[in-house]
Nanobody
């Protein structure tokens, strides 16, 4: 599976953005698909994930209640709806896929397919 992330941009604090991650050459079935982000000088961190077949979702505490991950099976695409954005959400956002066990769902190393990142910048 190849991943293509899109939807980033420059917004003001409090605004919303929706990121998309489309799969090509295969489908997401049997995969866990996640969003990670990396700010300058920081390690890549988990944001959210969805187990494609079951639909279970997982979130980092820092985004719970503001971000929503969802999937569209017909389009083979996952989305990250980001509301109430804060300057600390500024980062490059990556989507990733893998056959991940739940105990490692927040680990970047558990995912073996990565898309190119999309920049999200939130101004104060």
């Amino acid at each position: 599976v190849q991943l293509q992330a899109s939807g980033g941009g420059l917004v003001q604090a409090g605004d919303s953005l929706r990121l998309s991650c489309a799969a090509s050459r295969s489908t997401f079935s049997s995969y866990t698909v996640g969003w990670f982000r990396q700010a300058p000088g920081k390690e890549r961190e988990f944001v959210a994930a969805v187990r494609w077949s079951a639909g279970n979702t997982y979130y980092a505490d820092s985004v719970k209640g503001r971000f929503t991950i969802s999937r569209d099976s017909a389009k083979n695409t996952i989305y990250l709806q980001m509301n109430s954005l804060k300057p600390e959400d500024t980062a490059v956002y990556y989507c990733a896929a893998g056959q991940v066990i739940v105990t490692t769902i927040r680990w970047p190393s558990a995912y073996h397919k990565w898309g190119r990142g999309t920049q999200v910048t939130v101004s104060s």
